[in-house]
């Protein structure tokens, strides 16, 4: 037999409407990272074609 139990306690009750949430504007840093990640992804795209492209012309 355990020496001691938990005692489930249920979560508070809500009263009245959920707040709205709020967004937050998004850090300078993660807004450059970003556009990196963008850029990178528009380059890889232009390279998989032409080397399709490159690969058909043989």
């Known amino acids: 037999m355990p020496a001691f139990t938990f005692e489930k306690i249920s979560p ?12 937050k ?15 990178r992804i528009r380059r890889g795209q232009r390279e998989e074609r032409g080397a399709i492209a490159r690969r058909s012309e043989r």
């Open 12 to 23: 508070p009750v809500r009263r009245g409407p959920i707040p709205p949430i709020v967004k």
């Open 25 to 39: 504007q998004r850090g300078v840093i993660v807004q450059i990272l970003d556009r990196f990640v963008e850029a």
